[in-house]
């Protein structure tokens, strides 16, 4: 158990909708990483967020957007579902950004139908 | 543009015998090469990492061989266990809490 949680674990909803993933980072870690999973174009990274600030954006379209709460915690928002969205979505989190490891949650499946 | 390429896609081994697993990469900025492991229906777990200032890093059955020159990196897995049948992958990143540019991915499968 790396000590990162996500919520839901699974997530069924239609085209055009809009869902909230959410991540606990590992206590104390300050940054938190998201990622999708997916078979054809495997993890990518989305963003990253340090102490509540945006420090690295990487393949996150527009229609997503995420961020980090006083608490640590950090939400990705998908909105516009496509069918072509559907993934795992993992976040990570590290103690600081300057930090290497990374250790991952188990992740939220998404379907968009 | 896969900025690191992995190799097998698949892997079969032997329950005993050593598993290879191949990275490849082209920029030359990056510093960390982790190595995770993914079961089924889990996150990635880091399992070992290098920087490129050493050739060889090794953490009990786990070893990852490193050379700069040729810009790859792989990992061995000595006396392969049923258990560690799951994904693997490399993983490259420039300086320090940056994006990770992943491999595609290695599903190994230990035959006992």
């Known amino acids: 158990d790396s000590g990162v949680t996500q919520t839901p674990k699974h997530l069924i909803t239609a085209t055009g909708q809009r869902v909230t993933l959410r991540c606990s980072p590992r206590?104390?870690?300050?940054?938190v990483y998201w990622y999708q999973q997916s078979l054809d174009q495997g993890l990518q990274f989305l963003i990253q967020y340090y102490n509540g600030e945006e420090r690295a954006k990487g393949n996150i379209l527009e229609r997503f957007s995420a961020q980090q709460f006083p608490d640590l915690h950090s939400e990705l928002n998908l909105s516009s579902l496509e069918l072509g969205d559907s993934a795992l979505y993992f976040c990570?989190?590290?103690?600081?950004?300057?930090?290497?490891?990374?250790?991952f949650g188990p992740g939220t499946r998404l379907t968009v139908t | 543009q896969q900025q690191v390429k992995q190799s097998p896609q698949s892997l079969i081994v032997q329950k005993g015998g050593i598993s290879i697993i191949n990275c490849a990469y082209e920029n030359t900025a990056f510093d960390y090469f982790p190595w995770y492991q993914q079961f089924p229906g889990k996150g990635p777990a880091l399992l070992i990492a290098?920087?490129?200032?050493?050739s060889e890093k090794k953490e009990g059955r786990f070893t990852i061989s490193f050379n700069k020159s040729a810009k790859q990196f792989s990992l061995h897995i000595m006396d392969s266990q049923p258990g560690d049948s799951a994904t693997y992958f490399c993983a490259a990143s420039i300086g320090t809490g940056n994006q990770f540019y992943f491999g595609t991915g290695t599903s190994l499968t230990v035959i006992p």
């Open positions: 206590s104390g870690d300050l940054s």
């Open positions: 990570a989190s590290s103690a600081f950004w300057s930090s290497y490891e990374q250790y």
């Open positions: 290098i920087r490129p200032d050493v």
